[in-house]
């Protein structure tokens, strides 16, 4: 028999979470992946002034790359030399995927960080702040990591 679930006295409310921020990816090879990004699906890749200073050092040292959606979605590729490679039968579940990021009002992100705890929710890393914005990440029931992050006031 299955435990219901616990009484929630403090949840974000339908409409808190404003859009998915970024989608950030593990890729074993950089050059293949950023070829495959920016080629073959004709995304935009974040270069210069456009690439967030906390990532700027990662993206010149060729870890990470930046590509933005049409819709405005960024997608972070970071490097892993060593990642196990996928399955080969693509049938079976396999993801590379490193988290989801949403994105929430200023005014809200502290409400947010208090929902988690109040709900038990483990907090992976955070709550952090950078010249970008402020951000926690935690885990979904799954074990996939979520984060919940602001741009600066």
Sequence with gaps: MRSPLPSLTTVLARGDLRRVHHIA?????????????????????????????TLAQLVAEGKVANF????GTIIDLFWEPDLSPPD??????????????????????????????????????????????????????DGFMVEIRCDPV
């Design 25 to 53: 990816l593990n890729v074993k090879d950089m050059q293949a992946s950023r070829h495959f990004y920016s080629h073959i699906l004709g995304l935009h890749e974040l270069i210069g002034e456009e690439i967030p200073a």
């Design 68 to 71: 933005e959606t049409p819709d």
């Design 88 to 141: 080969p039968n693509p049938e079976r579940s396999f993801t590379r995927a490193y988290h989801l990021a949403f994105d929430i009002a200023p005014e809200l992100f502290d409400h947010a960080v208090q929902v988690l705890r109040e709900n038990e929710i483990a907090i992976a890393h955070g709550p952090v702040s950078r010249p970008t914005g402020r951000g926690v990440y935690f885990y979904d029931p």
